[in-house]
């Protein structure tokens, strides 16, 4: 899962400094870019995500990702020249 989060954070940063949480229950990681404007991306054992923005916090986010909501795959890609 981890592998996972750090693959889904590369797409969107260069050289991203992660600090791993292991969630509650078997729910899977958290992977928090801890700059601002960093985020953070929580991981499911079935390898889904959810990225939330710095602004959420960890436990508004992790109330999110225990609901089900994910962050469809292909949305984790930096946008660039308008395209995104």
Do not use: W
Request: aromatic share 8%; hydrophobic share 45%.
């Amino acid at each position: 899962m981890v592998d996972v989060g750090r693959a889904l954070f590369a797409k969107l940063t260069e050289n991203p400094t992660l600090n791993v949480i292991e969630l509650p229950d078997g729910l899977g990681v958290c992977l928090v870019h801890a700059v601002r404007g960093g985020g953070k991306i929580y991981v499911a054992p079935d390898e889904s995500a959810l990225f939330v923005g710095s602004a959420v916090d960890f436990e508004a986010g992790l109330g999110a990702f225990r609901d089900g909501v994910r962050t469809p795959l292909e949305k984790f890609t930096i946008s660039r020249g308008g395209n995104g």
